[in-house]
């Protein structure tokens, strides 16, 4: 079964407005992580933002927040402020900490174009 | 963060010869590694887990003797693509995990094999 999904292969955005990138996830596992990458045209994978199970916040990183809605199993990525230099293949990603093997499985990835 | 290299970025290789790809943490000890495999506007594919001092693990479908993984010192690990064909033509990326217990993967730059 499929552990990350992302629903959106692609998106369109204005400069300066915020874009929402949908994530849901699948695990028994009490306790895990959830992760945002961004990959840019040149290949690197730069990490956003990451997401416990167990943390109360929402967590945030500057102009990235994670909407985690945890009932849903759901760990949207809200980028406020689009910037030309956001466009970009974004990916969810998910770690089960039990298993202690820091094995991540990753979501399929949405496209972003930021247009100016 | 912890930064992780790769060497080479980039290499073309002819049909039925072998490439090594270096994937190196060059500023904290990483117990674990991980290769992955993306082709273009896709996911990226994780194909073994290597731990310092003992054997890959290799996910299913990929095959060990051809994608031979080596992890021998704790900021180290190297993949060799063995008598490469154009199907094995991807981008290859390396992540290291800490020893520090955090939840954190680090990720190399990728390399981007062509073989002709």
């Known amino acids: 079964a499929q552990k990350i999904t992302q629903t959106q292969p692609g998106m369109f955005v204005q400069e300066k407005e915020a874009v929402t990138l949908d994530c849901t996830y699948d695990?028994?596992?009490?306790?895990?992580?959830l992760f945002w990458y961004k990959q840019p045209s040149s290949g690197e994978m730069i990490f956003l933002i990451y997401?416990?199970?167990?943390?109360?916040q929402n967590a945030t990183e500057g102009r990235y927040s994670l909407n985690f809605q945890k009932a849903r199993k759901s760990a949207n990525l809200v980028i406020s402020a689009s910037q030309l230099g956001d466009s970009a293949m974004y990916f969810c990603?998910?770690?089960?900490?039990?298993?202690?093997?820091?094995?991540?499985?990753f979501g399929a990835g949405t496209t972003v174009t930021v247009r100016a | 963060g912890a930064v992780v290299s790769q060497h080479p970025s980039r290499v073309i290789c002819k049909s039925g010869t072998s490439v090594k790809i270096e994937c190196r943490s060059l500023?904290?000890?990483?117990?674990?590694m991980f290769w992955y495999r993306q082709f273009p506007k896709q996911s990226l594919m994780l194909m073994a887990t290597?731990?310092?001092?003992?054997?890959?693990?290799?996910e299913q479908g990929v095959e060990k003797d051809k994608f031979l993984i080596n992890h021998a010192s704790l900021t180290l690990s190297t993949l060799t693509v063995t008598s490469a064909h154009p199907e094995d033509s991807s981008f290859y990326i390396c992540?290291?995990?800490?020893?520090?217990?955090?939840?954190?993967?680090?990720f190399g730059p990728g390399t981007r094999l062509t073989v002709t």
């Open positions: 992540s290291a995990a800490g020893t520090s217990g955090g939840y954190e993967q680090y």
């Open positions: 695990t028994s596992d009490p306790s895990y992580g």
């Open positions: 997401q416990g199970s167990y943390d109360q």
């Open positions: 990603a998910m770690r089960e900490l039990l298993t202690g093997d820091y094995k991540l499985s």
């Open positions: 500023d904290f000890q990483a117990t674990t």
């Open positions: 290597s731990n310092e001092g003992s054997k890959a693990t290799y």
